[in-house]
Antibody
Framework: EVQLVESGGGLVQPGSSLKVSCVASGFTFSSYVMHWFRQAPENGIEWLAY????????HYAETVKGRFTISRDNAKNTVDMQLSSLRSEDTAMYFC??????????????WGQGVMVTVSS | DIVLTQSPALAVSLGQRATISCRAS??????????MHWYQQKPGQQPKLLIYDASNLASSIPARFSGSGSGTDFTLTINPVQADDIATYYCQQSRELPLTFGSGTKLEIK
């Protein structure tokens, strides 16, 4: 069974840093592109970043470029997102997701349950 | 960025057809693929893939869900609607980065 489980959320102060992690199981992790998304309370879904299978390529949304860093460890089946210079508007549920690899590209067939990050003083 | 526009809410009677639309600010189709995908999200849960490439049913999704469209106009149809379908439905494009989502259509029972 495919599973994605996020961890590392919490309450942090503005300007601080936090790392959210996602551990994968039930599939060959190293064969899949992975992404991070977020969803602010009562809001829509925002794509944040992706990392390809061997970490040679990453892309970020403009809203987080330079502040967030995605990385993966294929030996540990994990994909992380380092969040820095956090602002109140970064308060959201953060999800990792697996990109599907049948048909085209850029859709997500499995998502984690999410981890909440709250930025507040 | 490609903007995806969805109606905020739709009210449908149980057993009837629900048609949820999504319009893109520019074409999301290539010569090979219609790069529009649909997700269902219930409160407190993660999104769930329903349809990929505009019309392909994702694994384990019941056949009463279907998708259609190309270019800039896409539709998700649920027929017949069941009580378990009460959720918010999002379209998402992968024609170009940044990947973007519609603002969601909340399906309600009439």
């Amino acid at each position: 069974e495919v599973q994605l489980v996020e961890s590392g959320g919490g309450l942090v102060q503005p300007g601080s840093s936090l790392k959210v992690s996602c551990v994968a199981s039930g599939f060959t992790f190293s064969s899949y592109v992975m992404h991070w998304f977020r969803q602010a309370p009562e809001n829509g879904i925002e794509w944040l970043a992706y990392i390809n299978t061997d970490s040679s390529s990453t892309h970020y949304a403009e809203t987080v470029k330079g502040r967030f860093t995605i990385s993966r460890d294929n030996a540990k089946n994990t994909v992380d997102m380092q969040l820095s210079s956090l602002r109140s508007e970064d308060t959201a549920m953060y999800f990792c997701a697996r990109e599907g690899n049948y048909g085209s590209w850029g859709y997500f067939d499995y998502w984690g349950q999410g981890v909440m990050v709250t930025v507040s003083s | 960025d490609i903007v995806l526009t969805q109606s905020p809410a739709l009210a449908v009677s149980l057993g009837q057809r629900a048609t949820i639309s999504c319009r893109a600010s520019q074409s999301v189709s290539t010569s090979s693929y219609n790069l529009m995908h649909w997700y269902q999200q219930k409160p407190g849960q993660q999104p769930k893939l329903l349809i990929y490439d505009a019309s392909n049913l994702a694994s384990s999704i019941p056949a009463r869900f279907s998708g259609s469209g190309s270019g800039t106009d896409f539709t998700l149809t649920i027929n017949p609607v069941q009580a378990d379908d009460i959720a918010t439905y999002y379209c998402q494009q992968s024609r170009e980065l940044p990947l973007t989502f519609g603002s969601g259509t909340k399906l309600e029972i009439k």
